[in-house]
């Protein structure tokens, strides 16, 4: 392992059900510490279950994965909670707010889950909202929010711990042109500021425009170079 890597999959296969093709096959990939990966494939290529993996909501069936330094296949299940709340942030397609909760305490969830003091936590998801250009709006509740709103709340919440790691699931997927590359334009300046960053996305566009790299799946495995996914 490069010690820049701040991912590091070996040999990894992910079967779901015995008998049927398995959804990763031996891959091995690394993303290097301030580094932006797209990832990129057809429906069913194995996108999310990569995703999954290095976030440490699934475990391979074969493989090891290592993120910030950490072997995380074979963490327990409290272990891996602790894991992902620390070192990793996750942005979801359609958001994932809690509808009965204000911004502000979205974006304060993962650090009461950390532990965090209240104290440190209020002041850095303040500092996240401005960041993010919705401070006005810490006390409403997501339903009264644009979509655009929402994703930028959404990322907010995934920073709030200050992780290593910024994974994003079609970040822009629900969203309109425009919004989207607003999103890809925030999501570049993270980086600049140097945030590791892995996006799966669809968007061939907003791969070429904002990711160093694109990491291409087909059938759970990585595809050749030149090889359209």
Same mark, same amino acid.
């Given at each position: 392992?490069?010690?820049?890597?701040?991912?590091?999959?070996?040999?990894?296969?992910?079967?779901?059900?015995?008998?049927?093709?398995?959804?990763?096959?031996?891959?091995?990939?690394?993303?290097?510490?301030?580094?932006?990966?797209?990832?990129?494939?057809?429906?069913?290529?194995?996108?999310?279950?990569?995703?999954?993996?290095?976030?440490?909501? /699934?475990? =391979? $069936?074969?493989?090891?994965? &290592?993120?910030? @330094?950490?072997? %995380?296949?074979? #963490?327990?299940?409290?272990?891996? !909670?602790?894991?992902?709340?620390?070192?990793?942030?996750?942005?979801?397609?359609?958001?994932?707010?809690?509808?009965?909760?204000?911004?502000?305490?979205?974006?304060?969830?993962?650090?009461?889950?950390?532990?965090?003091?209240?104290?440190?936590?209020?002041?850095?998801?303040?500092?996240?909202?401005?960041?993010?250009?919705?401070?006005?709006?810490?006390?409403?509740?997501?339903?009264?929010?644009?979509?655009?709103?929402?994703?930028?709340?959404?990322?907010?919440?995934?920073?709030?711990?200050?992780?290593?790691?910024?994974?994003? /699931?079609? =970040? $822009?997927?629900?969203?309109? &042109?425009?919004? @989207?590359?607003? %999103?890809?334009? #925030?999501?570049?300046?993270?980086? !600049?500021?140097?945030?590791?960053?892995?996006?799966?996305?669809?968007?061939?566009?907003?791969?070429?425009?904002?990711?160093?790299?694109?990491?291409?799946?087909?059938?759970?495995?990585?595809?050749?170079?030149?090889?359209?996914?």
């Amino acid at each position: 392992m490069g010690q820049d890597d701040l991912i590091r999959l070996d040999n990894v296969t992910k079967t779901y059900q015995a008998g049927a093709p398995p959804a990763l096959a031996d891959l091995s990939m690394d993303v290097a510490a301030g580094e932006v990966a797209a990832v990129m494939g057809p429906s069913g290529s194995g996108k999310s279950t990569l995703l999954n993996l290095i976030a440490g909501l /699934d475990r =391979p $069936t074969e493989g090891t994965v &290592t993120v910030a @330094g950490r072997r %995380i296949d074979n #963490l327990s299940e409290s272990g891996l !909670a602790r894991f992902r709340a620390r070192h990793v942030g996750i942005i979801f397609q359609f958001f994932n707010l809690l509808d009965d909760l204000t911004v502000e305490d979205n974006v304060l969830l993962p650090a009461q889950l950390a532990g965090a003091s209240r104290r440190v936590a209020r002041a850095r998801a303040g500092e996240l909202l401005e960041r993010m250009g919705i401070e006005q709006h810490r006390d409403d509740y997501p339903a009264r929010l644009s979509g655009g709103q929402r994703q930028r709340v959404a990322i907010a919440r995934a920073l709030v711990n200050a992780p290593e790691l910024l994974l994003a /699931d079609e =970040p $822009t997927g629900a969203l309109d &042109t425009a919004t @989207g590359l607003a %999103i890809g334009r #925030l999501l570049q300046q993270l980086n !600049a500021d140097g945030q590791t960053l892995v996006l799966v996305t669809h968007d061939a566009a907003l791969a070429d425009r904002y990711a160093a790299r694109t990491i291409r799946l087909l059938d759970g495995r990585l595809a050749a170079a030149g090889v359209a996914a």
